[in-house]
């Protein structure tokens, strides 16, 4: 069973969302403790990250996370509608 964690910005995300989306958010990642493969593997500049993705009142949204397989540990490293959770992982990803 893997630990899930958030990094600071799905933090700060969940506080600003109304609470049946941020319920949904919260199941999405729970179910990853039992299964961190769940998601797809992204591909070219995104390699190493994966996605999980789910609609919430016709809207795209996307969970993006990374696992530590040595800990056992999935970081959640991004929340967000499809539009907005690329652009945000491609700036993080400059960043670093």
Same mark, same amino acid.
């Given at each position: 069973?893997?630990?899930?964690?958030?990094?600071?910005?799905?933090?700060?995300?969940? /506080?600003?969302?109304?609470?049946?989306?941020?319920? !949904?958010?919260?199941?999405?990642?729970?179910?990853?403790?039992?299964?961190? /493969?769940? $998601?797809?593997?992204? /591909? $070219?500049?995104?390699? $190493?990250?994966?996605?999980?993705?789910? !609609?919430?009142? /016709?809207?795209?949204?996307?969970?993006?996370?990374?696992?530590?397989?040595?800990?056992?540990?999935?970081?959640?490293?991004?929340?967000?509608?499809? $539009?907005?959770?690329?652009? !945000?992982?491609?700036?993080?990803?400059?960043? !670093?």
């Amino acid at each position: 069973m893997a630990d899930v964690r958030l990094t600071r910005e799905p933090e700060k995300y969940l /506080k600003s969302l109304p609470e049946q989306l941020y319920n !949904k958010f919260v199941t999405e990642m729970l179910a990853l403790e039992n299964d961190p /493969k769940a $998601g797809i593997l992204l /591909k $070219g500049s995104f390699k $190493g990250y994966y996605r999980i993705k789910f !609609k919430f009142r /016709k809207v795209d949204y996307r969970i993006i996370y990374r696992i530590a397989w040595e800990e056992d540990i999935v970081y959640i490293v991004l929340l967000g509608s499809r $539009g907005s959770v690329y652009q !945000k992982l491609t700036r993080l990803l400059r960043g !670093k």
